[in-house]
């Protein structure tokens, strides 16, 4: 990951959905494993800046309940959700 990539935050029950740019890659220190710094596209309020600090780098890993992924990744995995979809839609017709 590199300052300038482009993520996508899956959202939870209290945000949603969003894409966003990292901004700054920390490293590990002897209290936190290595982490981003997230400027998201949306925003809460008319000129108010959505940030997140220190989102884990494990939070991007493959698994149940993932919330971040590279955008890139997202929008493969939702073509390939979206095709499976279809398929399935044409055989039931």
């Known amino acids: 990951m590199r ?7 899956t959202g939870d029950m209290s945000n ?10 920390n490293p590990a220190t002897k209290y936190a494993p290595e982490s981003v710094d997230i400027k998201f596209d949306e925003s809460r309020c008319e000129g ?5 600090r220190m989102v884990f780098i494990k939070n991007f890993a493959p698994g149940p309940g993932r919330r971040f992924y590279m955008l890139d990744e997202w929008r493969q995995e939702r073509e390939i959700s979206l095709k499976a979809m279809q398929e399935r839609y044409l055989k039931k017709s």
Do not use: F, H, L, Q
């Open 3 to 9: 300052v300038g990539d482009r993520i996508y935050y």
């Open 16 to 25: 949603g959905s969003s894409t966003g740019t990292i901004t700054a890659c």
């Open 48 to 52: 108010d800046t959505m940030e997140s």
